[in-house]
């Protein structure tokens, strides 16, 4: 019976601290090997994004491990990285440095959901892993639309919120051993923390974004895109 009812229960979002500014915090996610997801994003965000030079707003760049693995692919790219957690920004600008990408990634510590960018100045906004951190996520697609170019593309990717207690479980139990117990605690806090894919298409309608696929890209991730085009 404590099983059905598991199953049964519809899961409430839950929020998490919007910025992640703790020290310890920072570290143990830095620590994730998260490079065959990232890898992937990046791959997924090139095919999109713009064939020649473009400039790239990277929203809750964390680490900064994605812009970097991007610019090393397409060396013609520039990346405004921002994210408000001031240890996040500490440990991605020692990555750039020791990547020598200081002259294609400028990191700033920005607030995504108030964006100090002009109107229409990015080829393409990506953003990875954000999404659930916001409190109200439709100030930030806001402000993507407004200062994204009319033909710019989007990557987005996130978690998203299980139906069940069951299915929680089950996915935060499928995480390996080489996570410890406190990574697994981000993992399941964050899961809580994210939103259906209902609620992302809900969204991205509300704001006004036109010609976004959003689609399930695995067992726990959703992913929003649009390609970028000639006008």
């Known amino acids: 019976m404590r099983g059905m009812r598991e199953r049964l229960m519809t899961i409430e979002r839950v929020l998490e601290p919007e910025i992640m500014d703790s020290l310890e915090e920072a570290i143990e996610y830095d620590a994730m090997d998260f490079i065959e997801v990232n890898t992937a994003f990046v791959e997924g ?6 064939k020649e030079q473009g400039l790239i707003l990277d929203a809750g760049t964390g680490p900064a491990r994605i812009p970097i693995l991007l610019c090393q692919m397409r060396p013609q790219s520039q990346v405004i990285a921002i994210d408000l957690a001031q240890s996040m920004l500490r440990i991605a600008l020692q990555h750039i440095q020791q990547a020598g990408l200081q002259q294609q990634i400028r990191l700033e510590s920005v607030d995504a959901k108030n964006l100090p960018y002009q109107d229409e100045q990015f080829d393409m906004v990506i953003s990875n892993s954000l999404i659930h951190h916001l409190s109200d996520p439709l100030l930030f697609f806001s402000e993507l639309k407004r200062v994204l170019k009319p033909n710019g593309s989007i990557f987005i990717r996130d978690l ?33 923390a994210a939103l259906t894919l209902d609620e992302v298409n809900q969204l991205i309608s509300q704001v006004g974004l036109e010609a976004v696929k959003v689609y399930q890209s695995s067992d726990c991730h959703w992913t929003a895109e649009r390609a970028w085009h000639n006008e």
């Open 45 to 50: 965000a090139i095919a999109l994004g713009p």
């Open 160 to 192: 998203f919120r299980p139906a069940d207690e069951t299915t929680m479980n089950a996915l935060v139990n499928s995480v390996g051993a080489e996570y410890n117990a406190y990574q697994k605690k981000l993992f399941r806090d964050s899961l809580h």
